[in-house]
């Protein structure tokens, strides 16, 4: 990778990038946690589901939609990135897009499952929340 040099600076560098990079493969990046911290805050009943899934979800290892069905089995595969998770037993649907090979989950979307049944599922997107302005 780098060549050691006499002071061993080049092999500290080696030795960063290379725990960086084990880092990366071990845990799993959620993005944004913010979005249940947001909705658990007013659907108090669903803060220790969410808790839970994430728990579960940071430390997956889940390389496929196949392996994150033998785990999960009633989550719903959407298309190559999306997948649907009941929560509570299906009180709440949270949506997500999740990245295999970066090991990267993104939070879409969550809500009742009531809310669920008016959107599109499979055209949804993500909008970044204003801090001044209500999610609709």
């Given at each position: ?48 589901p969410l808790k839970a ?84």
């Amino acid at each position: 990778m780098f060549p050691i040099s006499r002071d061993g600076r080049n092999f500290l560098v080696t030795i960063m990038v290379t725990f960086f990079y084990i880092i990366c493969l071990i845990s799993v990046r959620i993005i944004a946690r913010k979005t249940l911290i947001d909705f658990w805050k007013s659907n108090a009943s669903s803060e220790q589901p969410l808790k839970a899934w994430y728990d579960v979800a940071k430390k997956a290892n889940w390389n496929s939609h196949n392996f994150l069905k033998s785990q999960i089995p009633d989550a719903s595969v959407i298309n190559t990135k999306r997948v649907v998770f009941n929560i509570k037993g299906n009180s709440f649907r949270l949506i997500v897009d999740i990245e295999y090979s970066i090991r990267l989950i993104f939070i879409v979307w969550v809500g009742s499952h009531a809310e669920y049944d008016k959107i599109n599922v499979k055209n949804l997107s993500y909008v970044k929340s204003n801090k001044n302005k209500k999610r609709s």
